[in-house]
Each structure stands twice: as structure tokens, then as C-alpha cells.
């Protein structure tokens, strides 16, 4: 059976920076598709970002991009979220997910998902 575990979260002001890390456990075969969703309370969770092994093509949410940067390390099965300039409506749970292709909502994004991981940004 395969986990992922998210590692970095935690509560920083905002402009700050935060790296978010996931690596999975378990099997060894990689997944295809690597990337993170996140969760407000009370609101849907959402894409944010996700990264193809294969080739290293990569999508963003439009809320996002150009701040926040995904790279994956296909052989170690892990990846990474560096978030820059982070705003408080960045404040959510972040899931890692991993699947064999990608989808930018979380019912269609058929694989794994993480815990959670918290983070809180600051005014």
C-alpha cells in the first residue's frame, strides 16, 4: 500500500516563503502524476499544482502561478511545493496527491492522497 506524507507546513506572515514536501511510501512504483490540492474549511478542496514524471511538464492554478514553483524527484518519489509570496488566502490544508494522470479537481484526480498538511499565513 502506498502513503504519502506531507512535511513543511506551519503558520508565517505573509510575503514569507514555505517549502512543502511530500514523498511517498510503501511500493516503489512511481505514479505518473504528482501534485498538491488545498483545503479551506467549509469550501471545496482545490487544485494548485501539479507536475508530470514523465516529462516534467507542469500545471498551475491561476491563484498561483508565477509564486508558487513544483519539482519532483521521480526516482525518490517525492515533491515538492516552493510556495513565495504567500498572502493569507493562502491559508489552507495542502494535500499531496499522486495518480497516474492528471486532473485539476479532486474527484476526477484518480490516486493517492496525503494526510494534509497546515498552513497559516499571516496579515
Known amino acids: 500500500q502506498v502513503h504519502l506524507v506531507e512535511s513543511g507546513g506551519g503558520l508565517v506572515q505573509a510575503g514569507d516563503s514555505l517549502k512543502l514536501s511530500c514523498a511517498k511510501s510503501g511500493e516503489t512504483f512511481s505514479w505518473g502524476v504528482m501534485g498538491w490540492f488545498r483545503e479551506v474549511p467549509g469550501k471545496e478542496r482545490v487544485f494548485v499544482a501539479a507536475i508530470r514524471a514523465s516529462d516534467g511538464t507542469t500545471w498551475y492554478s491561476n491563484s498561483v502561478k508565477g509564486r508558487f514553483t513544483i519539482s519532483m524527484d521521480g526516482a525518490k518519489g517525492t515533491v515538492s511545493l516552493q510556495m513565495t509570496s504567500l498572502r493569507p488566502d493562502d491559508t489552507a490544508a495542502y494535500y499531496c496527491?499522486?495518480?497516474?494522470?492528471?486532473?485539476?479537481?479532486?474527484?476526477?484526480?484518480?490516486?493517492?492522497w496525503g494526510q494534509g498538511t497546515q498552513v497559516t499565513v499571516s496579515s
Open positions: 496527491v499522486a495518480g497516474p494522470q492528471f486532473a485539476d479537481t479532486p474527484n476526477e484526480f484518480i490516486g493517492e
